[in-house]
């Protein structure tokens, strides 16, 4: 019962990162520009 | 043994491709610490990013700071000493994250909140006396928790490039991995973080599941697993067996842990509180759940494939690493699994692998300097001086204490001699701060009767988690050990059941005190928008 369970908790998890990690890898990048881009607007020097 | 040590080491693939490699990636996180530190405008930017940060580069940059190289150091080394079995580790952490991000328990109030630590919130809801204190204990467990992590990257570089065979490869390793740390956290705060963490996020997911692959088409999956059971036994798979080394207790621990990582660690919820919104905190927990199971999963793997490799396809590896009954002292286990990956990974990718881990290296000692640096500024000093201290004097200390830090971290790697796991030495370390954290952030967000007592007492209890500690355990005799053949002969109480025992006794005193000394003033209770 273990084995099965360890089996397909690894593989699950692995396929489920390897998704992940394509999408975050095209929106993490298009999240750097904005992000760059509203402290570039930013003029508040103080809290 | 030294000898052996060093002849095995020596046999990596690592060679001059990977070299350029790693120093390749190295030049870029000193270039992006220079390139943004000219958007560091003021406090909020500096240590929160602006909260503007977007959901893809939230998951990204948690994910870049909960897996780390001491991560995946400690988890190899759970792999290799207690098989499939340590795999519950993961399961705990990647439920109870999932579940952090379906109900945006404690982190989507604090976000609410618009807190930058989580010393603010006690103030906030309880007093400036709770905020000090809270600062006191979360900057000590914090920075003991951290003590061990210089150590344990360099223990990576150092078996997978074959440093060891030349005398003082690790304190040089250390030093020089901490100066390019301190270079990039220093200039650019969490703008230059959170860019780092996404770029190692690219390059550690690559090298996970390239390497992953390649441990699988080497060993082959069933193969691992008859070999575990044929060595092991059904210890090797069940977590809850007396032989596996983990048990009942240890379990629970680990469930209380995988909220404490995600929802109480500071450095993960310093990520929830630089988001955009509360929806994207839910939907950034909900997806990290998948790192952070995988961020225990792979590495555990990999330790497990280091085992089997030293069992059936390198027999000297074998007698150096895996302990036999009555048998001579083996090298450290924290070695087997960068020894293992040098042994099978080709050319040009163990340099990828190796630029990937210190990517990981470098991105949790960026976040975890920032934050508790941020933290003795922040809810310690400046709650102290009142409204004398400017912005540009709390980043400048800030800078100052990333670096006081960073040198204790130096030392503390050189001189602590315990023999705990690096796990449960985190564990321990950390409870000093989370045990009464949880008590505070589960009172204080949800309960009207909550009081500033109750909370300051909660907070100081967290101390008793020292306890757990291998060194302290031996030196109050809650442990003994026989010095001839360095066995336990006898244990009260091990560390996960200190740790247990802490998180109940913290929350009964939170209680037991509000309910006696209740505030004169009550303040109100958060809610979610």
Redesign the interface.
């Known amino acids: 019962m273990?084995?099965q369970l360890?089996?397909f908790?690894?593989f699950g998890?692995?396929g489920?990162?390897?998704l992940?990690?394509l999408?975050?890898?095209?929106?993490?990048?298009?999240?750097?520009k904005?992000?760059?881009q509203?402290?570039?607007d930013?003029?508040?020097?103080?809290? | 043994m030294e000898e052996a040590f060093s002849q095995a080491v020596s046999q990596t693939q690592f060679g001059t491709l990977d070299w350029i490699i790693v120093a390749l990636y190295l030049s870029i996180s000193v270039f992006i610490g220079f390139g943004?530190k000219k958007?560091v405008?003021?406090?909020?930017?500096y240590l929160g990013?602006?909260r503007?940060?977007?959901?893809?580069?939230?998951?990204?940059t948690m994910?870049g700071t909960e897996m780390g190289l001491i991560t995946v150091m400690y988890n190899a080394q759970k792999g290799f000493t207690g098989g499939?079995?340590a795999?519950h580790i993961?399961?705990a952490a990647?439920i109870v994250t999932f579940f952090v991000g379906l109900s945006g328990f404690f982190v989507c109030r604090l976000r609410d909140m618009k807190v930058l630590t989580i010393p603010e919130f006690y103030e906030k809801r309880f007093d400036r006396k709770t905020r000090i204190l809270g600062g006191i204990m979360l900057a000590l467990g914090g920075i003991l928790n951290m003590g061990l992590f210089l150590k344990v990257g360099s223990m990576f570089i150092v078996g997978i490039t074959g440093m060891s065979a030349e005398s003082q490869a690790l304190p040089w390793v250390m030093t020089l991995l901490l100066l390019l740390v301190l270079v990039y956290t220093v200039l650019g705060g969490m703008?230059s973080v959170?860019?780092t963490d996404?770029v190692q996020?690219?390059v550690l997911?690559?090298g996970i599941?390239v390497t992953?692959y390649i441990c699988i088409q080497k060993l082959g999956?069933p193969h691992i697993?008859d070999t575990l059971?044929a060595t092991r036994g059904?210890s090797s798979?069940?977590p809850l067996d007396e032989g596996s080394g983990f048990g009942w207790s240890y379990v629970a621990w680990m469930a209380m842990l995988g909220l404490v990582s995600c929802a109480i660690w500071p450095t993960a919820v310093a990520r929830a509180l630089a988001m955009e919104s509360t929806q994207a905190v839910k939907r950034q927990y909900m997806?990290s759940s998948?790192?952070f199971?995988?961020r225990f999963?792979?590495p555990c793997?990999w330790g497990i494939c280091a085992f089997v490799y030293f069992s059936e396809q390198a027999p000297e590896l074998g007698t150096l690493f895996i302990p036999t009954e009555g048998g001579v002292e083996t090298a450290n286990n924290l070695y087997a699994m960068p020894i293992f990956l040098g042994r099978i990974l080709p050319a040009g990718l163990v340099g990828l692998i190796t630029a990937a881990m210190i990517a990981a290296f470098m991105s949790t000692h960026d976040s975890y300097l920032l934050c508790w640096s941020s933290v003795i500024t922040q809810d310690i000093l400046a709650p102290m001086m009142g409204r004398t201290l400017s912005?540009k004097a709390r980043i400048q200390l800030t800078r100052l204490f990333i670096v006081l830090i960073g040198l204790y971290i130096l030392y503390w790697g050189l001189i602590y001699e315990g023999s705990d796991d690096i796990w449960d030495y985190m564990n321990v370390t950390g409870a000093v701060y989370f045990t009464g954290a949880f008590s505070l952030l589960l009172g204080g967000l949800y309960w009207r009767r909550a009081s500033s007592t109750g909370a300051f007492l909660a907070l100081l209890s967290g101390l008793t988690a020292l306890l757990g500690l291998d060194p302290i355990q031996r030196m109050v005799g809650l442990k003994v050990i026989d010095p001839e053949t360095g066995e336990v002969t006898r244990q009260i109480m091990t560390g996960d059941q200190v740790g247990l025992l802490t998180v109940a006794a913290s929350l009964a005193i939170f209680v037991i005190a509000s309910l006696l000394f209740p505030d004169k003033q009550p303040k109100s209770i958060p809610t979610t928008s």
């Open positions: 273990w084995q360890w089996t908790l690894f998890a692995l489920i990162f390897a992940m990690s999408w975050v890898t095209i929106g993490g990048y298009r999240d750097i904005t992000l760059l509203r402290l570039k930013d003029t508040s020097e103080e809290e | 943004v958007y405008r003021n406090m909020s930017t990013a602006g503007a940060v977007g959901t893809c580069l939230g998951i990204a994910t499939f079995a795999f993961a399961l990647g703008i959170i860019i996404y996020f690219v997911s690559f599941l992953t999956w697993m059971e059904d798979f069940n997806w998948a790192s199971m995988i999963l792979i793997f912005t």
